[in-house]
C-alpha cells in the first residue's frame, strides 16, 4: 500500500495540484486525502478510483507496473491485500500488459464473514469455489456455492457475499473490467 500512497503524491504534485485542488476534485477532505498520502489511513477502491479519475490516470496505474515478458507470475511475486471495509483477502494472479480485460484474483474469506457492502457495477463477475463453501447473494436470490462448484453472472445486478461455515473459504475469481 505504501507503493500506492506515494504514487498519489508523486501524481498529485506533477500535475501541479494542492492538497485542498485535490479534495474539492474528489470530494473528499484535505485532511483524509493527507493521512493517504502519508499512509496512516487505509483506502477505499472507490476512494482511490475518485483520486485516480481526478488525476486524469487509469486507476491501476496506482498499482505496480512491472512488466512481465513471460506472462507468469510466480507465486513468490504474488502481491496479497486487502480492501478498506472488507475482512476478504485477495491474491493478485494477472501478468501485466496493455490491453488486458480480466482481473484474476484468489480471495480469502475469514469464517462466518459477512460482506456489509453491496456492490453494483458494470462488467461481469466469475468465481470458483476452491475450498469451503459461499453464498452468493446475487439480485437478493441466494446461492449457496460449495468446492467445485461456480458462479457466473453480471457485475450490475446487486451483489454480495458471506462465509457460512467456521472455516476460510478460497474462491477464483475473475472480475471485468480491470480494477486493479
Known amino acids: 500500500m505504501e507503493e500506492i500512497y506515494r504514487k ?8 501541479d495540484l494542492t492538497l485542498r ?9 484535505v485532511s483524509f486525502l493527507s493521512q493517504v498520502e502519508r499512509g496512516t489511513t487505509s483506502l477505499a477502491i472507490t476512494s482511490l ?24 507470475v510466480k507465486v513468490e511475486k504474488r502481491k496479497t491485500f486487502r480492501i478498506e471495509g472488507s475482512s476478504a483477502e485477495y491474491t493478485r494472479l494477472a ?9 484474476p484474483l484468489i480471495v480469502t474469506l475469514a469464517p462466518g464473514l459477512v ?20 453464498i452468493f447473494n446475487v439480485d437478493g436470490k441466494e446461492y449457496l456455492v460449495k468446492a467445485g462448484d461456480s458462479i457466473h453472472f453480471p457485475s450490475s445486478l446487486p451483489h454480495f457475499w458471506s462465509n457460512p461455515l ?15
Open 8 to 15: 498519489i503524491r508523486d501524481i498529485r504534485k506533477q500535475r
Open 21 to 29: 485542488e485535490l479534495s474539492e476534485k474528489t470530494g473528499l477532505s
Open 49 to 72: 478510483k475518485k483520486i485516480a479519475d481526478a488525476l486524469e490516470v487509469p486507476i491501476t496505474d496506482f498499482f505496480e507496473n512491472e512488466v512481465n515478458q513471460n506472462f507468469v
Open 95 to 103: 501478468g501485466n500488459f496493455n490491453g488486458r480485460s480480466l482481473e
Open 115 to 134: 460482506q456489509d457492502n453491496v456492490f453494483s457495477h458494470p462488467g461481469e463477475e466469475f468465481y470458483y469455489v476452491l475450498e469451503g463453501a459461499v
Open 166 to 180: 467456521s472455516q476460510e473459504a478460497k474462491i477464483l475469481c475473475v472480475l471485468t473490467p480491470v480494477i486493479f
